[in-house]
């Protein structure tokens, strides 16, 4: 952290650990009778409680949202180009507050925890939980923080979708929800990639059936390369072509945004940047990362459909919503592409709730959402604005 | 084969092994000093040889391009939607000849062969072929046969760059290029869903560095996600919605067109029929097909460009390209989309070069190029018949 990182960030934080011996039935039957959860939380409740404001995370995030973890820490929290001082999450106004998923492997009970039963990791054992487990969890927590009500729920991709589950489930808890680069639920496109990542992990020797941890070892070979293939889906093609057109090859670059110059190596190791950069990706989030949290992960996406007790009608499902409504998209996400946000915008006009929606220009694909993109950045801000120019007039 | 199909079907063909015993020198600067290559034709040449098209394969395919192999076969060739009597490509009309690759797996020289020096497979030490190196044997074969010229040569996606190829280096021995579904080069994405691909072939327990065969084994599972990768950027999202969308989900769909019922298996087995899918077509392919020759595939796509001998510019290696061009594109296709087809369209016409371009509008993606779509076929026969046309109006 250098002083031009210091300057808008919310600095060091420590993430807590709260114990919920409470026990939790979850969508599937099972129960878990006591779990864990890891929380950050970053700037101040008020005296009302009433700025308090919930970031949930998508696939591979996790508590860690802003600030950083030690004085020698390279790297921020995973939103930290829109949480701090004076953006678009304001810490200065709001309290916010991160937790790690149930099912996460960042210190949440999940399957790399050790089951109180067996004495041993969960591992494959580890119930498959949904994003209404999730926001049933989430609810827990705001108990536990003494919150009634979330100025805002906020999230991005499988965030966005906890936060549309927090509008139906709860509605009477959150003022606001802002729903990032998100889907009513998942295309068959997206749920075949989720199966080929899945696939890549059990099929690798080392998964022996998600008891890797008994067995001493992790699947690496699959989860780098189910993280590949997640990675080729954040980002758009025209990112891409930015990222490796140029300059990037392994031969440098002859003819300006050609991919390879006149130097090929005629056999299966790397020829272009891009191959490097996703072995790359995928090598470090394999050794950072739990497969079978993965596996979880995958499948609480491909379940996510919130219209399911509605006849299939997400306009219903939103009857009771009465939160104001805040959607952003992002034009070259072909993840959840706009497309996906306006549906949801559309079943919200029907359900006839309050909602603003926004399609952004923008080059990076669904990751667009992480990125300080100005357009973006003004928007949320202004919206994150309104949100506390609404607390205040209410307390006056 | 029933009397429906063997009304409009070449009917039973047998292939024919070509040995040439002439070195070829690849791009890559190593010498096949002999090789095969698997041949079949249907319909007659003419007595002025001027009636025959060169079907050149995609990454998959091989000489089998239409007609049965016997009776009892219950798959015709890959094309048999357009190449029989009567159909786009006309066997009453044209002599049509379809090769297997160099590289292939399908009875012309490859990884499966028997290395001449070694007495063993080649496995990985078949040298990687490029489209030109392709294109150099299809010439080889063409003097075989007595075809000065083609009246076209004809190809889908890898197909089609080897039509282009042609065009460049051999202008004068064809009158017509018909370019379906490709792209002038591949953009960063389709090179990382290569890689992608290629890492789960390699990574496999089973690869041994490629002597797999010498191993008594086969990179089953690699290819087996190598393919399933493959085959979710043949559809279109659309062509998935509409096979998996409605009626096909494991447990019945009780909501229309939703993928999911209120019952989900909560493990991590097949839940929607899209998984189940994707797997048989894996599990499928990966039996039928040799992992080294789907290396040197994906190569072979990598390394196409054509315009890196001119400075990276297209429309200069198109300078002598003296044939006709017909190209036509897949509103749906997201592998080659239409703006793909376009570029070269526009590097043609800057070429001043004749072009016709026909983009049509089709749900099922990339796989377009091989199904029986009207507008396609009617399109696609009516330039064949053109040329046709044109070959008799010369003859008188």
Known sequence: MNASQQEQ????????RYHFDDALTLRSGKVLASFDLMVETYGELNAERSNA???CHALSGDHHAAGYHSENDSKPGWWDSCI???????????FVVCLNNLGGCAGSTGPT????????????DFPIVTVRDWVKSQVMLADRLGIEKWAAVVGGSLGGMQVLRWTISYPERLDHAVVIAAAPKLSAQNIAFNEVARHSITSDPNFHGGYYLEHGTTPKQGLKLARMVGHITYLSDSAMRAKFGKDLSHFGANFGRDLRSGTLSFGYNVDFEVESYLRYQGERFSE???????????KALDY?????????????????????FML??????????????????????QAKRQ?????????AGHDAFLLPIPRYIRAFSAYMNRIHRELTANAS
Chains 1, 2 share one sequence.
């Open 355 to 363: 909602v603003t929606y926004l399609e952004i220009e923008a080059d």
């Open 9 to 16: 960030s919310v600095g060091i934080v420590k993430p807590e």
């Open 84 to 94: 701090g001082p004076g953006k678009a999450i304001d810490t200065n106004k709001f």
């Open 53 to 55: 404001v919930l970031i």
């Open 113 to 124: 925890s050790i089951n109180p039963e067996t004495g041993k990791h969960y591992g494959p």
């Open 304 to 324: 996510f459909d919130p219209s399911v007790d509605y006849g299939g009608d997400l306009s219903k499902a939103f009857a009771n919503s009465d939160c104001k």
């Open 288 to 298: 950072n990362f739990d497969a079978n949290t993965y596996l979880l992960m995958t």
């Open 328 to 349: 952003m998209s992002f034009s070259t996400d072909w993840r959840f592409p706009p497309e996906r946000s306006r549906e949801i915008v559309e079943h919200l006009l």
